[in-house]
């Protein structure tokens, strides 16, 4: 089940304080600039000190993304409270849809911070480490269902960075088009297709079945005959 928080309230987890603060960053950011805001002004705004914002943010970056560190805790805990008869791709599809929550949560703000990603080099940066830690725990979730061995770690990679970028795919053209419509309807649809590419192959099953009708056909020829007759003595040869 998906969980909606009430807009404009903090994410479980997320203190009123780190909810001015970044608030107040993420307005001025956007009118006077990343480089040009200071600490201080960002405290000012929220209306702490600075020492208070420095106690639940190390830098400027992380103001912007406060939510990153509390939801990648729900999303281990989801995955190690699920079903272990649930097919692997669906505790992940449920654990994806919690972050995907944390942007539907505020869409006004999320439109935002996106602006803000897509022109600070150093805001996207601090973006794709947080892209790159739910891959691991997707994979790491992925890799303990088929049992940890070296031979399915390829496949869990593989199947961990499609779900990853299914949501990012969804999320970013949510926010381009100002966070409107149902994004959790659309990321579904975009995890059953990668269900339906990948999830035969995390069952170590070939993704389509060989046929009655597959055949070897060997033709000998000698060397230097032309294509045409290649393709014509192959033909005859399968149709007996």
Known sequence: MVHYWEKGRPMPGQSRVRHDLTAAAVELFLRK???????????????????TFFRHFRTKEDVVFPDHDDCLKRVEQSLADADPTQ?????????????????????????????????????????????????????????????????????????????VAAHNHVLRQWLR?????????????????????????????????????????????RRGTPMWRVVQEVETAAAG
Do not use: C
């Open 87 to 163: 097919p692997p791709l669906a505790a992940v599809a449920v654990a994806t849809h919690l972050v995907l929550a944390m942007y539907t949560d505020d869409p006004d703000a999320s439109v935002q911070r996106y602006e803000l990603t897509r022109h600070v080099t150093a805001l996207r940066d601090r973006e794709l480490i947080a892209t790159s830690q739910y891959q691991r725990v997707f994979t790491s979730y992925l890799n303990r269902r088929s049992g940890g061995q070296p031979h399915t770690r390829l496949p869990d990679e593989v199947a961990a960075a499609a779900v």
């Open 177 to 221: 088009d100002g966070g409107k419509d149902d994004v959790h309807a659309e990321l579904d649809r975009a995890l059953a297709a990668v269900d339906a590419s990948l999830g035969p192959w995390l069952a170590g099953r070939p993704s389509s079945e060989p046929t009655t009708d597959d055949q070897v056909v060997v033709v000998i020829m």
């Open 33 to 51: 600039g990343y480089d040009e805001t200071t600490v201080d002004e960002i405290a000012e705004a929220a209306g702490v000190a600075r020492r």
